[in-house]
């Protein structure tokens, strides 16, 4: 297959600019906090669930006029949350690569 000697300069330009930009690329990645972003959401949905299981045992004594501490709604959520967490942290790095 012939080619122009300036046809191939203009290729190995677009491939020498293409390798210089995935460089910086990756140097900016590692400058960044690495925490990832379902990190961060793991953390937001467990604080949530402690939350709502806080309101629904305090809702629960209020309805029913029962003495259970609001204290094991925080721990059941605390557990719950956590569980749920983890496994919302150990599958995304599994989707990234399924992507690819």
Known sequence: MMQTISKMQAEDEENLLLAKARARANYLDHLK???PKWNAKALCIELAIIVVCYACV???NW???ASIPPVLGIITGAVN???VAWCITRTEPKS???KR
Request: hydrophobic fraction near 45%.
């Open 33 to 35: 906090l690495q925490m």
């Open 58 to 60: 305090a809702i629960y």
């Open 63 to 65: 309805l029913f006029n």
């Open 81 to 83: 949350g956590c569980l």
């Open 96 to 98: 990234k690569k399924d």
